[in-house]
């Protein structure tokens, strides 16, 4: 291969990723209530064990696994593609276990899929996790009480407000039940345990069960959103969306951060 002389385009691929990292780290530090699921997902960037094997679950989950872990050497993702499968993370990372027991392994599923079958998947791995050189396997759930990938389609795509009846989940102690299965677990509801807990999970002896109490509001609109997508979302509100003054509130945080001013090498 012959070297290219002009390096434009390398240079505006080069500009224009690290703009997006810098409007990631903006995202990721804007307040929410009471914690935003984009910090959550962005705090473990930078404390990924070099041999991971990372999976998460389909819904909001997969958004912020896409848009905020920087996958280096060795770290390993895994998705359920454009399946859409509803609850594969939990026995992904279990089956990363049996395939590779000497590497950490970490799931982000939402409350929906935990509910659905991450909590029993648990017992696989309180009955396993002895025979693991290395027994650390991370559960985190994006704890939002809301099945929240089909309701911001919902408003994105129908210009529906949230249905409530169909959406609306309960709110479970997941790290009390890891806790009862003999695993370890912690609740986290502020902001400044975020960190703390990703590290106590990833120094733990054995699986471990953070529950993110994260905030339904917190767009998982695309960098580009059309305008019809815009106009939608804007519709749902107008029509009585029982959340509408968070959906506002964060929604426009969120997309402030594309505008404002930066150099794209911060």
């Given at each position: 291969?012959?070297?290219?002389?002009?390096?434009?385009?390398?240079?505006?691929?080069?500009?224009?990723?690290?703009?997006?990292?810098?409007?990631?780290?903006?995202?990721?530090?804007?307040?929410?209530?009471?914690?935003?699921?984009?910090?959550?997902?962005?705090?473990?960037?930078?404390?990924?064990?070099?041999?991971?094997?990372?999976?998460?679950?389909?819904?909001?989950?997969?958004?912020?696994?896409?848009?905020?872990?920087r996958f280096r050497?060795?770290?390993?993702?895994?998705?359920?593609?454009?399946?859409?499968?509803?609850?594969?993370?939990?026995?992904?990372?279990?089956?990363?276990?049996?395939?590779?027991?000497?590497?950490?392994?970490?799931?982000?599923?939402?409350?929906?899929?935990?509910?659905?079958?991450?909590?029993?998947?648990?017992?696989?791995?309180?009955?396993?996790?002895?025979?693991?050189?290395?027994?650390?396997?991370?559960?985190?759930?994006?704890?939002?009480?809301?099945?929240?990938?089909?309701?911001?389609?919902?408003?994105?795509?129908?210009?529906?407000?949230?249905?409530?009846?169909?959406?609306?989940?309960?709110?479970?102690?997941?790290?009390?039940?890891?806790?009862?299965?003999?695993?370890?677990g912690v609740r986290?509801?502020?902001?400044?345990?975020?960190?703390?807990?990703?590290?106590?999970?990833?120094?733990?002896?054995?699986?471990?069960?953070?529950?993110?109490?994260?905030?339904?509001?917190?767009?998982?609109?695309?960098?580009?959103?059309?305008?019809?997508?815009?106009?939608?979302?804007?519709?749902?509100?107008?029509?009585?969306?029982?959340?509408?003054?968070?959906?506002?509130?964060?929604?426009?945080?969120?997309?402030?951060?594309?505008?404002l001013p930066g150099?794209?090498?911060?």
């Amino acid at each position: 291969l012959k070297p290219r002389a002009d390096g434009t385009w390398r240079k505006t691929v080069e500009e224009n990723t690290a703009r997006w990292w810098e409007v990631m780290q903006r995202r990721a530090e804007v307040s929410a209530n009471p914690v935003n699921p984009e910090y959550v997902v962005h705090a473990l960037d930078a404390l990924l064990p070099e041999n991971a094997i990372v999976a998460a679950d389909s819904g909001s989950a997969a958004n912020w696994y896409a848009r905020h872990l920087r996958f280096r050497d060795g770290v390993r993702g895994s998705l359920s593609g454009t399946l859409a499968t509803m609850g594969p993370g939990v026995p992904y990372v279990i089956g990363a276990k049996f395939a590779h027991p000497d590497r950490p392994a970490i799931a982000i599923v939402g409350d929906g899929a935990m509910q659905m079958n991450g909590l029993a998947e648990l017992i696989t791995a309180a009955k396993y996790y002895r025979e693991w050189s290395d027994p650390r396997l991370v559960v985190a759930v994006l704890n939002n009480q809301d099945l929240n990938q089909v309701t911001w389609e919902m408003r994105a795509m129908q210009g529906a407000p949230q249905f409530e009846p169909s959406q609306s989940l309960p709110d479970v102690r997941y790290a009390d039940i890891a806790q009862s299965f003999g695993l370890h677990g912690v609740r986290v509801e502020r902001p400044e345990d975020v960190e703390p807990a990703w590290s106590r999970a990833l120094a733990a002896d054995r699986p471990f069960v953070i529950d993110f109490r994260t905030d339904p509001a917190v767009p998982p609109i695309p960098p580009h959103a059309t305008w019809d997508q815009i106009k939608a979302a804007a519709l749902s509100v107008l029509t009585g969306d029982s959340d509408r003054g968070s959906v506002i509130r964060q929604g426009v945080k969120a997309k402030l951060q594309e505008f404002l001013p930066g150099d794209g090498g911060s």
